[in-house]
Structures are given as C-alpha cells and as structure tokens.
C-alpha cells in the first residue's frame, strides 16, 4: 500500500516512519510511505501556503491552491488516492475504520496547521475526515502518524504474530484483558495461578471476563450501540 502524507513539516515526521512497526512494513514491501512537502507546490518565491482569513479573526489559513496542486500531481503519477483530511471536525477514528482502510490500494493523508484549510479544498475534492480524538493539535502531522501506524500494523506479514493484531482492545468493541511476564512474583505481586496452569480453556475464559471487567470499569461507551454513543457524544 502507498501511504502520502502531505504536510509542511516532512523533517518532523521523518524519523518516525522509520522505526518499528512503519520501519518493519517497509522493509518487509507491505507498505511505501513517502513524506510529500505542501511548499513544493506553492506558486511564488516565498513558497506561500497559507493567508489572513476573510471576515477577520486571528490566525492563518491554509491556501487551496498548494493543496489541490499537490493532490492532482500525485494522482497523475500514481493513480486515485483514498483521501483523508485530519481534522478536529472528522469522524471519529475506530479500529474498525484501520481495518476498512487497510483494504485500500492508496491513502493521502493531509495535514492541517494554523486556523485550518480553506473550506473550498474540502468542497472541491472528496475527503473522508477524520478525527483521532476531541482536542485541538497544531496540527495534523501526530494524527497522521497515528492513522498510518494504526493501517500498517494489520497488514499480513508486518507483526510477528498475527494473533497480535486480532486480539487486542477495540477489536471486539472493548478493551484487552491484563498481560503478565516474569517474574513470577514481583513486589509480592503475584501473576495469578490460572495463567500459570496450563490449562487453556480455563486461560480463554479468564481473560474474556478480564476483558469484560476492564471494559465495564474503564471505557463503559465501548458497550453502548453506535446510535447511544453518538448521543451520548452530542450531550458531552
């Protein structure tokens, strides 16, 4: 899969996409990630992406013109994109839209900065905007990240144990049970007995009602109906 993130801080995102898990996707050929510059498409000597906004009203606002430039160069080049604006204003981002993701052939991913874009980039081209949370970055660079880690790391081939990604939290709409590792005991804390046992049906049993516990006591929303969530978001 080819991954283009466009951002005016390509420097920044560099040393990430190298390392672990989008390092490993890489070498491995299950993904292509490649950092594309906004100014490199900007239309004067100044290299010009962003202006005062009309109306007034504090900050700077992203040009169209970089933005589509930059979008329709790619696509003559590489073919039609799955766009995704990172925006506050998005979807919500699940593990089940990783998963929907995943089946793409092409993901550009646009990251915001200042005020925000102009709205006729959103009018003009088709975007599926996408939110990693309700808080307010300087930028989409982190959520980018977060989107393509989020994609890479359930490619075939990419973790070391398949089942890593297929038994974790969020992927039955709750959480993970506990993880324990040696020492056996720590600080008088004791891994408790059934994982020491053996005995497997007894193990699945005990961390599908972990997971049920930790999902009740920590994120309780994870049980809710789509349709509850959303309105339990609106009242927030």
């Known amino acids: 899969m080819l991954f283009c993130i466009l951002t005016l801080f390509p420097e920044a995102l560099e040393p990430y996409i190298g390392t672990s898990i989008l390092g490993i996707a890489q070498a491995k050929g ?8 906004i100014r490199d498409f900007t239309r004067n000597r100044h290299r010009t992406v962003d202006d005062r906004p009309f109306g007034g009203g504090p900050g700077m606002v992203l040009k169209p ?15 039609t994109f799955h766009k995704i604006l990172l925006t506050p204003d998005g979807t919500p981002f699940r593990q089940g839209k990783a998963r929907s993701l995943v089946e793409k052939d092409r993901l550009l991913l646009c990251c915001g900065r200042y005020e ?3 709205e006729r980039i959103r009018q003009e081209l088709e ?9 307010v970055l ?29 038994v974790e939290s969020f992927e039955a709409d709750g959480l993970d049970h506990p993880h324990y590792t040696r020492p056996r005991v720590w600080r008088g804390r004791e891994v408790p007995d059934v994982l020491i046992g ?8 005990w961390r599908a009602n972990r997971r049920t516990e930790r999902t009740l006591e920590r994120r309780p929303d994870l049980t809710q109906t789509p349709e509850t969530r ?3 978001r609106q009242k927030d």
Do not use: N, Q, Y
């Open 116 to 118: 925000g874009f102009d």
């Open 198 to 205: 053996g005995d497997h049906k007894k193990i699945d049993a």
């Open 30 to 37: 299950a993904a292509e990630i490649r950092l594309v510059d």
């Open 230 to 232: 959303t309105e339990t």
């Open 65 to 79: 013109e970089p933005i589509f430039d930059c979008v329709e160069w790619l696509e003559r080049r590489f073919g």
């Open 127 to 135: 975007w599926d905007d996408i939110s990693i949370g309700d808080f």
């Open 138 to 166: 300087s930028g989409g660079e982190l959520p980018a990240l977060c989107v393509t880690e989020a994609v890479c790391r359930l490619m075939p081939g990419v973790l070391g144990d398949e089942r890593s990604a297929e």
